[in-house]
Each structure stands twice: as C-alpha cells, then as structure tokens.
C-alpha cells in the first residue's frame, strides 16, 4: 500500500509539473501557479489521511 501512495504522490507531481511548464511558456504564469498550488494541496490531503491511519495505529499499540 505504502508503494500506491508513493506512486501516486509521483503521478501527480509528473502532472503537475508537465501543466506548470506548458502554462508558464506560454505566458499564463498564474495560472501554473495555481496548478502547482492545487497539486500541493491535493497530495497534503492524501498525507494528512495516511497521518490519521498512524496516529490511530499508534493509540491502538500503546493503548492510549
């Protein structure tokens, strides 16, 4: 599961910057920012659940 997310975060980013770099040379700079903004948030969203799922797994280790 660990190697999906990793995969998956890697697909987004190849995306992301192939986007960020067609916009950028053809003069919509804020655009590729907003593309990049929103590739950022999106692979924070997909940490933060994997964050939850290892706090959790670590309350159920320790019994807190």
């Known amino acids: 599961m660990e190697i999906g997310l990793i ?4 697909g987004i980013g190849i995306l992301v910057a192939i ?8 003069g919509r700079d804020e655009q590729a ?3 990049t903004v929103a ?3 999106v692979v924070m969203l997909m940490l ?3 964050v939850g799922g290892l706090i959790e ?3 159920t280790i320790f019994e807190l």
Do not use: A, F
């Open 7 to 10: 995969l998956k975060i890697s």
């Open 33 to 35: 920012m907003l593309v």
């Open 48 to 50: 933060v659940d994997e």
């Open 57 to 59: 797994s670590v309350r």
């Open 19 to 26: 986007v960020s770099s067609i916009l950028s040379k053809s």
């Open 39 to 41: 590739g950022i948030i």
